[in-house]
Nanobody, 124 residues
Framework: QVQLVESGGGLVQAGGSRRLSCAAS????????MGWFRQAPGKEREFVAAISWSGTITYIADSVKGRFTISRENAKNTVYLQMNSLNPEDTAVYYC?????????????????WGQGTQVTVSS
């Protein structure tokens, strides 16, 4: 089993930045692709970014491309989502997910483990 815990959420002003962290425990996720998703009130869960187990391949959603980056530190079993130039449309609960042995994918059904999420609120 893998447990994922997100942190770093909170209230930020439009135009600001925030870095989310996802710490894995229970088992190393060094051979897992990792992803970030988000869900705003009344909307479906949306893919944000994913990264391969090695960190050499990333996939960023068009809606956040150029503003968000994903990275990982396998030595720390941690994945990050750096969010810049935030706007109110980025307000959502952000979830971290792990996909065993997968390549990077935006399909949430291919992820095996999920965190509980962290709220990010962007004020205008």
């Amino acid at each position: 089993q893998v447990q994922l815990v997100e942190s770093g959420g909170g209230l930020v002003q439009a135009g600001g930045s925030r870095r989310l962290s996802c710490a894995a425990s229970g088992r190393t996720v060094n051979n897992y692709a990792m992803g970030w998703f988000r869900q705003a009130p009344g909307k479906e869960r949306e893919f944000v970014a994913a990264i391969s187990w090695s960190g050499t391949i990333t996939y960023i959603a068009d809606s956040v491309k150029g503003r968000f980056t994903i990275s990982r530190e396998n030595a720390k079993n941690t994945v990050y989502l750096q969010m810049n130039s935030l706007n109110p449309e980025d307000t959502a609960v952000y979830y971290c997910a792990a996909a065993n042995g997968r390549i990077v994918t935006p399909n949430p059904r291919l992820y095996d483990y999920w965190g509980q999420g962290t709220q990010v609120t962007v004020s205008s």
